[in-house]
């Protein structure tokens, strides 16, 4: 059964920089895209950034030069190192692992919430 698993959220002042991390577990993910989304309250879920498996990044606009994601195979994790916060970078941030023809397959993280205070 495959999980993942996020962790590093928290309240953070206008600013300030926090990491976040989602570890998969059930099988291997080498091969797959991981990334992350976030969805604000009555906001729909928007990608914020993702790594192919050659570790190519791609970032929402609204974030390039602020976040860094990088993934670390042998351990099934992918991270995202936020700077730079600002309060429109509040809502909860979702892990994202998909791979296949199609995709054939995608998992999500439950969730880790991301509020910025200004």
């Known amino acids: 059964q495959v999980q993942l698993v996020e962790s590093g959220g928290g309240l953070v002042q206008a600013g300030g920089s926090l990491r976040l991390s989602c570890a998969a577990s059930?099988?291997?993910?080498?091969?797959?895209?991981m990334g992350w989304y976030r969805q604000a309250p009555g906001k729909q879920r928007e990608l914020v950034a993702n790594i192919g498996s050659s570790g190519r990044p791609n970032y929402a606009d609204s974030v390039k030069g602020r976040f860094t994601i990088s993934r670390d195979n042998a351990k099934n994790t992918v991270y995202l190192q936020m700077n730079s916060l600002k309060p429109e970078d509040t809502a909860v941030y979702y892990c994202?692992?998909?791979?296949?023809?199609?995709?054939?397959?995608?998992?999500w993280g439950q969730g880790t919430q991301v509020t910025v205070s200004s």
């Open positions: 994202n692992v998909w791979g296949g023809l199609g995709p054939s397959y995608t998992y």
């Open positions: 059930g099988s291997t993910f080498s091969a797959s895209t």
